[in-house]
């Protein structure tokens, strides 16, 4: 039953004669309230292992029914986050125009993430009344209110004026010039001897320097965060320490809608995707103690392996590649040395008894990683059928939030761009990534050549390995069984 079609039941239930009117009111109220707050599915999460970490694809209810005595009943329509690391988001385009019939499920608009542009569905029946940020608007935090939803055609025209009034939760440009004029007007009366750490603290901040923790201040430029925002500190003489960065707000980076073209230069505009990656690579290179492992491949008789089975699947149409046995290998590895299958999660190593491998692929927009999950139980077949899927799904940007988050261990191959060998950065939290580079033709020495040699494809694979969770042995021991399971793929079947 949808939420109109309740609220019809329950308004011709209490102006029913039986029923007391003084509580007819409160009763439609109340009862539609639990039913909204019941009738929501406002989370969906996969469950990795038997750990108790949820990856959440919504963590925000994205509507919320008021009642007044100047406007109709309507639905305030929330952005949600799509990602658990989402922050703000950009509505690339409305799928619906103020006016239009609205079905629950409709795609209602284009959401661009940190990790890629979404379809957000409509969460209510009724009819879209007003839209309050408009498309190509950028940076607009989580919890904003975008449009209103009415029940009734008729409401429409009483929210032709509305105008968002609410006070955002977290302000999203913070301007720094802001607080000057406001300090001296509450700064003036020193009598109150009990707010003098606030007084400190406030004087840091009028000044040029900032008191401050070395760990804080490097906890805040990794991610972010505004030393400035923090209204009170819990240091000595009210310098702020670490646990009070959660207090502070991120600094958002004004980012240009379009090109600037210049005398030789072009000035580019930074999508979402790519200022995420940026931050969250930068991370991993500064704060993760990389090192990495390669070794030479011989791919002779996967290849042979392959066209055998290509040429028996030609009647369905399907062709695997290279790609398919390396993430089918890399599972049964990750299987045989767990070890690597884990992730640093700063008080202790998660290992995982899943293999889901996280799988690059480049877009305009900038770079996601897709996930295929439980790849260790997949044949190639499987496996194949989802790497298509979801480069098509990427292509076309109809990838849901679920399918872009997580991973245990990444596989990264830019063999494609004839790269001989490629040392990737590690995605965080993950402790692996494998990098691919291109095939070589390379002389090898073979006893039954008549002159000795024989020429060999040669493929080479780096490790890239986190060294909290993978020391060194960990390391080779995993290259060492994935080379087996490569260069004799009938070990993949034991």
């Not at 999508?271 to 991993?284: F, G, N």
């Not at 590895?333 to 884990?342: G, I, L």
């Amino acid at each position: 039953m949808s939420v109109v079609q309740m609220s019809k039941v329950l308004r011709t239930i209490s102006l029913s004669k039986n029923f007391p009117s003084k509580f007819q009111k409160n009763f439609v109220r109340n009862i539609s309230f639990i039913y909204l707050r019941n009738a929501k599915q406002i989370s969906k999460y996969k469950k990795y292992g038997n750990s108790n970490t949820h990856y959440l694809s919504s963590v925000y209810t994205t509507s919320k029914r008021f009642y007044s005595d100047d406007l109709p009943n309507h639905n305030k329509v929330l952005l949600p986050a799509l990602s658990p690391t989402m922050d703000m988001g950009t509505i690339v385009s409305w799928a619906k125009k103020e006016g239009d019939k609205l079905n629950e499920g409709d795609l209602l608009a284009e959401i661009e993430t940190d990790k890629a542009t979404m379809g957000f569905e409509t969460p209510e029946e009724g009819y879209l009344a007003k839209i309050l940020v408009e498309a190509g608007t950028k940076d607009v935090p989580i919890g904003k209110l975008v449009c209103i939803i009415v029940e009734e055609e008729k409401d429409i025209v009483a929210f032709k004026d509305f105008v968002d009034d609410t006070p955002s939760a977290k302000p999203t440009k913070p301007s720094p010039k802001q607080p000057a004029p406001a300090q001296p007007i509450s700064s003036p009366p020193p009598v109150q001897q009990v707010s003098a750490p606030t007084s400190q603290s406030s004087a840091s901040k009028n000044s040029d320097r900032i008191f401050a923790s070395p760990l804080a201040k490097r906890l805040a430029s990794e991610q972010g965060i505004d030393l400035n925002s923090i209204s009170s500190a819990s240091g000595i003489f009210g310098s702020i320490k670490a646990k009070d960065l959660s207090q502070g707000t991120r600094k958002v980076i004004a980012k240009s809608t379009k090109s600037v073209i210049g005398e030789g230069y072009e000035d580019r505009p930074i999508s979402t995707v790519q200022s995420s990656v940026a931050t969250q690579l930068l991370q991993s290179k500064q704060t993760v103690p990389h090192y990495y492992l390669t070794v030479d491949i011989n791919m002779d008789k996967i290849i042979k392996l392959m066209k055998k089975l290509n040429k028996s699947l030609e009647k369905e149409g399907v062709k695997l590649t290279i790609n398919d046995f390396i993430i089918k290998a890399t599972a049964i590895t990750s299987m045989k040395v767990p070890e690597a299958n884990s992730a640093w999660m700063d008080t202790f190593i998660r290992q995982y008894n899943v293999v889901d491998v996280c799988t690059p692929i480049n877009l305009k927009d900038g770079l996601i990683t897709p996930v295929i999950f439980d790849a260790e139980k997949k044949g190639l077949l499987d496996i194949n059928k989802d790497l298509k899927n979801i480069i098509e799904k990427a292509k076309d940007g109809s990838l849901q939030p679920q399918e872009v988050q997580g991973g245990t261990i990444t596989v990264s191959n830019l063999g494609m761009f004839n790269i001989k060998s490629v040392s990737s950065i590690i995605i965080p939290p993950q402790a692996c990534l494998l990098g691919i580079g291109s095939i070589q033709k390379r002389m090898v020495p073979d006893e039954l050549a008549p002159n000795g040699m024989k020429v060999s494809e040669i493929l080479q694979f780096t490790l890239s390995c986190d060294h909290r969770v993978v020391d060194g042995a960990v390391g080779a021991q995993w290259l060492m069984a994935f080379q087996k399971l490569i260069e004799d793929p009938d070990n993949m079947l034991l």
